[in-house]
């Protein structure tokens, strides 16, 4: 990972506090770095205040996966799909699902 993009972003961010997107685009990077433990926090915070971020589901999903938390990966599968019915996202919920089949067949 770069940390001159990690930087970049967080300058970004104390500019544009409330900026979805830049909260989600660092997450990512720390998911890249290495830093799981602080990425999957700041994607639980972003679906805490945002829980129409559908992209936020599927990473979070993946990272807790990774991390040997299955079950709360699958869990999160199960609320991104719910969401995405309000949102009327179908691609992402079959997504969302079919993760959550690929995450139950592992186990």
Request: hydrophobic content about 45%; glycine content about 6%; proline content about 2%.
């Amino acid at each position: 990972m770069s940390t001159e993009r990690l930087s970049q972003l967080r300058e970004m961010l104390a500019e544009e506090p409330g900026d979805t997107f830049l909260r989600y685009a660092i997450a990512l990077e720390l998911k890249r770095a290495g830093d799981m433990d602080q990425a999957i926090a700041d994607l639980q915070a972003i679906l805490a205040g945002e829980p129409a971020h559908i992209a936020s589901y599927h990473q979070l999903a993946l990272m807790l996966a990774d991390t040997g938390h299955v079950e709360d990966a699958i869990a999160t599968c199960e609320a991104g799909a719910l969401q995405c019915l309000v949102t009327g996202d179908r691609k992402a919920r079959a997504e969302l699902l079919e993760l959550k089949e690929a995450l139950l067949d592992a186990q």
